[in-house]
């Protein structure tokens, strides 16, 4: 779930504003003390049995209006914005050694695509560091 508004630009140079959602089609919910009782990770247990019969996501995006703070993460965007399906992403398979000589995957949302620009947000500023400062903490001998 991405809280930053992220500019979409099109080929013939319009723009528009959009905010982005990834949703599992299949989902489960756990109490804390069922999390807890499934022990430290089950998290990435529960993904290598998923993936291993495929598990999708579908991503949902909506679109801004005028009037609709895009610098700003914690403004909320009414539920009638236009919203669309805009793909799937199929897991086939886990990366267990995803994380060894020199090859290091990191989540960073300012590492962008072509079509795409950041949003004036502040945050988004420092978010790449602090990224950055956990793979190296995550890392270390």
Do not use: C
């Amino acid at each position: 779930y991405a809280i930053h508004a992220y500019k979409w630009i099109a080929s013939d140079g319009s723009e528009r504003y959009v905010r982005y959602r990834w949703l599992p089609d299949e989902e489960a919910r756990l109490s804390r003390s069922e999390a807890r009782a499934l022990g430290e990770n089950y998290l990435q247990a529960d993904l290598a049995e998923r993936v291993a019969v495929s598990a999708r996501l579908t991503l949902h995006v909506q679109v801004a209006e005028a009037g609709d703070q895009v610098d700003d993460p914690m403004s909320v965007w009414p539920e009638t914005r236009h919203s669309f399906v805009a793909g799937t992403l199929e897991l086939t398979r886990l990366v267990p050694e995803a994380e060894r000589d020199g090859s290091v995957w990191v989540f960073d949302p300012t590492r962008i695509t072509d079509g795409i620009a950041l949003s004036a947000d502040p945050i988004l500023l420092h978010r790449a560091k602090s990224y950055s400062v956990s793979v190296e903490r995550r890392l270390a001998p």
